[in-house]
Each structure stands twice: as C-alpha cells, then as structure tokens.
Nanobody, 120 residues
Framework: VQLVESGGGLVQAGGSLRLSCAAS????????MGWYRQAPGKQRELVAR????????NYADSVKGRFTISRDNAKNTMFLQMNSLKPEETAVYSC??????????????WGQGTQVTVSS
C-alpha cells in the first residue's frame, strides 16, 4: 500500500485547509485510515480516524467540531477538512492506513507527510 498526501500549506489562524491522501496498491485489505500530526519536539498524535466503510469516525478532542474526516472509496482517497485552524496546530500531517493481516495482527502504512503551517 502506498499513500500520498497533498493539500498542506500556509494558512492564517482561523483559516481552512483540506488535506487529501491517495492510496494505491493492495487497498482491499485496508480496514481503517487516519490522520496523525507531529509538531517539532512533540510526539505524533492522532487527529482523526475513519473505518473502511466510512461509517465510524473518531477525533481527537482538540479538533472535534472543527475537523472532518471522510473518504471516497471509489477513488481510494481520504480527506481531512480543517477549519478554524490554530497556530499550535502547525505540524507535519501524515496519512495512515491499517491493514488487517489476521484477526490478531495488523500492519500500518504511512505517507510521507505534508506540512501545515498556521500563522498567527
């Protein structure tokens, strides 16, 4: 599975960005996908996840009500709509895909990341 993110950039505080993650390869085995972010000097953290069917989502408390995760299975693409962005959300945002290997094991794939910079 290969993941390619796009849509990052520079935005002013309060602005919006839409990130995309295009998946290719053996995507049929992907059970869920998600967005994570890592700011300089900080650990990577979950932003949002979505199941393969798109029916279940979960968000970090800090982004609830402002970010929306979605996916277009026909195009093997996942999105993250980010509104009301804050300077402290400046980070590298990475796409993750989780593949179910067996009932007890999974494999994670990661994109290269896209930089989001929010200016104050």
């Amino acid at each position: 599975v290969q993941l390619v993110e796009s849509g990052g950039g520079l935005v002013q505080a309060g602005g919006s960005l839409r990130l995309s993650c295009a998946a290719s390869g053996s995507t049929f085995s992907i059970s869920s996908m998600g967005w994570y972010r890592q700011a300089p000097g900080k650990q990577r953290e979950l932003v949002a996840r979505i199941t393969s069917g798109g029916g279940n989502t979960n968000y970090a408390d800090s982004v609830k009500g402002r970010f929306t995760i979605s996916r277009d299975n026909a195009k093997n693409t996942m999105f993250l709509q980010m509104n009301s962005l804050k300077p402290e959300e400046t980070a590298v945002y990475s796409c993750n895909a989780r593949e179910t290997i067996t009932i007890l094991s999974t494999r994670n794939y990661w994109g290269q990341g896209t930089q989001v910079t929010v200016s104050s």
